[in-house]
């Protein structure tokens, strides 16, 4: 019974991380992923709890190639609006079709500032 009971327990816990964790699917067109070989290169160069730059500026419907380097610490991040996630291991190459002003934050647990980590991404 005590092993039952257990299992049960281990499996209600893997299932709430599981759906903490699931990503978040961008059902917009705001940013489509593409593949143009002419893209803009933007790199964000990230330290402990900062991002090299507090605003980026892009143009709308520009193809973007979105890269980070872990200058000091591990990090990725994220455009939730966007639906944009980007890690050291996988760029990716977005045309956004939306001006405006997106928040950029950094998606890996990266110590005691990461609430703090986060920069702003102008479409203009």
């Known amino acids: 019974m005590k092993k039952m009971l257990f299992l049960v327990t281990l ?3 893997a299932l709430t991380v599981a759906a903490c964790g699931a990503a978040e699917e961008n059902t917009s067109n705001a940013a ?3 593949s ?3 893209a803009k290169e933007l790199k964000l160069i990230a330290s402990n709890w900062v991002f090299d730059q507090e605003e980026y ?4 419907g520009e ?5 980070i380097e872990n200058a000091e610490g591990l990090h990725a991040f994220k455009i ?3 639906g944009i996630e980007v890690d050291q ?3 990716k190459q977005f045309t956004i079709n939306e001006p405006g002003t997106y928040e950029i934050k950094c998606s890996i647990q990266c110590g005691s500032g990461h609430r ?4 702003t991404l102008v479409v203009e």
């Open 63 to 67: 193809p973007i190639h979105f890269s």
């Open 57 to 60: 500026k892009v143009a709308v």
């Open 32 to 34: 489509v992923e593409t």
């Open 80 to 82: 939730k609006d966007l």
């Open 36 to 38: 143009a070989a002419d």
């Open 11 to 13: 499996l209600a816990m």
């Open 89 to 91: 291991s996988s760029p």
């Open 116 to 119: 703090d980590m986060i920069s």
